[in-house]
């Protein structure tokens, strides 16, 4: 069965350095992976998604993501942090191939301090 | 083109009462999935939907729980008899087919006392 281990509950970083969020997936097939964000009380939004083109992707706010399959690993990466992506970050995975069903990690809850 | 609207945001209902929780899919989109997510939890996925049709309802508990998607309007996630337990974010998605990447919605939050 297809799943998303974020390996941080917490990360705390200061505004201006850089952000690394862990994600690492375990799946029988060659999976669809993505990152969500959300802000408080709010919706998730789309930050980017892996459908196995290049594995390096990048996506919206600076924010870019890289599928290593020899480390079953989708960390999420940022170069210099701002106050406003202090926010709930959520690994996903594409449940099984050819279906629509998400999983999703427990989340990251990034703080970020002037 | 407006997003992926869900109301109400937020809904409060006594233990026993009835809670309608209604998606409005993005322009072009027909297909339609609602997630929970409990506090501190991530999203679980409840059902997906097309059209008139429930194409995988894997995740919705066994009872109290219905959703549909008519042929015309909202699609509708009902929750009969409502449990404390129920409390929760309920989150919807659209997608404009199969495959493609899903939409949320800003979720509606339900409080059960």
Same mark, same amino acid.
């Given at each position: 069965a297809q799943s998303v281990t974020q390996l941080d509950s917490h990360v705390s970083v200061s505004e201006g350095t850089p952000v690394l969020l862990r994600c690492n997936y375990s799946s029988s097939y060659s999976p669809s992976l993505f990152w969500y964000v959300q802000h408080p009380n709010k919706g998730l939004q789309l930050l980017l998604k892996y459908? @196995?083109?290049?594995t390096l992707v990048k996506g919206i706010n600076g924010f870019e993501a890289e599928f290593k399959k020899s480390e079953t690993s989708f960390h999420l990466t940022k170069p210099s942090a701002h106050m406003s992506d202090a926010a709930e970050y959520f690994c996903v995975v594409s449940a099984? @191939?050819?279906?629509?069903k998400l999983i999703f990690g427990t989340g990251t809850r990034l703080q970020v301090f002037p | 083109n407006a997003g992926v609207m869900q109301n109400p945001r937020h809904l409060v209902r006594r233990r026993g009462q009835e809670a309608r929780l209604r998606c409005s899919p993005m322009k072009g989109h027909s297909h339609v999935y609602w997630y929970r997510q409990l506090p501190e939890e991530g999203l679980k996925f409840m059902v997906y939907l097309q059209k008139e049709n429930?194409?995988? /309802?894997?995740?919705?508990?066994? /009872?109290?729980f219905s959703a549909e998607f008519p042929k015309e309007g909202p699609s509708i996630l009902r929750i009969q008899?409502?449990?404390?337990?129920?409390s929760a974010a309920y989150f919807c998605a659209s997608s404009e087919q199969g495959l493609k990447t899903q939409y949320f919605g800003p979720g509606t939050r339900l409080l059960v006392l």
């Open positions: 459908t @196995s083109a290049a099984e @191939s050819g279906t629509d | 429930i194409i995988d /309802e894997s995740g919705m508990p066994k /009872e109290r008899q409502v449990v404390r337990g129920d």
